[in-house]
């Protein structure tokens, strides 16, 4: 199972929205609402951000949101802020009934 | 709350084995699924594979299907992997993570480093 495509970096300034993009397959990415995303800092374990393409645990801001268009899923992040500055990793389910992780994007807040 | 403890850093030998805990509690264990991802230096998370605690049915990534285990003791909430003929690129972070809503992994453990070294 390859990984799922993600850009390498993205970069914004505090208040603008960013938007990462991870590619799949329609055997992960486009077949399943199974897309998550992880936010992660330096030495810090993954805090999940996003479940089921578009879902918010509690106590994630809504400045986060998820959305999926074909084989396409993405993040966007609006009023970005300093501390949303870490690594960000889209996973998915997939048709062999395991998890695949994208490459990972790293946010740059400018 | 949700808290995930996993056991501490661990240095192998290649060809051997190594084997990481984590114990869960504040939740209900039985009812949850456990899945371990492990991340080498600077690189990306990798998943290795997942259990569903309550009946006990597990996956793995192809990569790893020939020299991981996952397995649980639901009497003391814990959940384990084990992964075999150790080399020295599996030398990494590795993490299990919980969810009690279907691909919903809120709590995490704190990463167990393992180094595989001659």
């Known amino acids: 199972q390859s990984a799922l495509t993600q850009p390498a970096s993205v970069s914004g300034s505090p208040g603008q929205s960013i938007t990462i993009s991870c590619t799949g397959t329609?055997?992960?990415?486009?077949?399943?609402?199974?897309v998550s995303w992880y936010q992660q800092h330096p030495g810090k374990a993954p805090k999940l951000m996003i479940y089921?393409?578009?879902n918010r645990p509690s106590g994630v801001s809504n400045r986060f949101s998820g959305s999926k268009s074909g084989n396409t899923a993405s993040l966007t992040i609006s009023g970005l802020q300093a501390e949303d500055e870490a690594d960000y990793y889209c996973?998915?389910?997939?048709?062999?009934?395991?998890?695949?992780f994208g490459g990972g994007t790293k946010l740059t807040v400018l | 709350q949700m808290q995930l403890v996993q056991s501490g850093p661990e240095v192998k030998k290649p060809g051997t084995s190594v084997k990481v805990s984590c114990k869960a509690s504040?939740?209900?264990?039985?009812?949850?699924?456990m899945q371990w991802v492990r991340q080498a230096r600077g690189q990306r998370l990798e998943w290795i594979g997942w259990?569903?605690?309550?009946?006990?049915?597990?996956n793995y990534a192809q990569k790893f299907q020939e020299r991981v285990t996952i397995t649980r003791d639901m009497s003391t909430s814990t959940a384990y992997m084990e992964l075999s003929s150790l080399r020295s690129e599996d030398t990494a972070v590795y993490y299990c993570?919980?969810?009690?809503?279907?691909?919903?992994?809120?709590?995490w453990g704190q990463g167990t480093l393992v180094t595989v070294s001659s």
């Open positions: 993570a919980a969810a009690t809503i279907r691909g919903c992994y809120t709590h």
């Open positions: 504040g939740f209900t264990f039985t009812s949850s699924a």
């Open positions: 259990i569903v605690v309550g009946s006990g049915n597990t």
């Open positions: 329609s055997s992960d990415v486009g077949g399943y609402n199974y």
């Open positions: 089921e393409v578009s």
């Open positions: 996973s998915s389910y997939t048709s062999s009934s395991t998890e695949v």
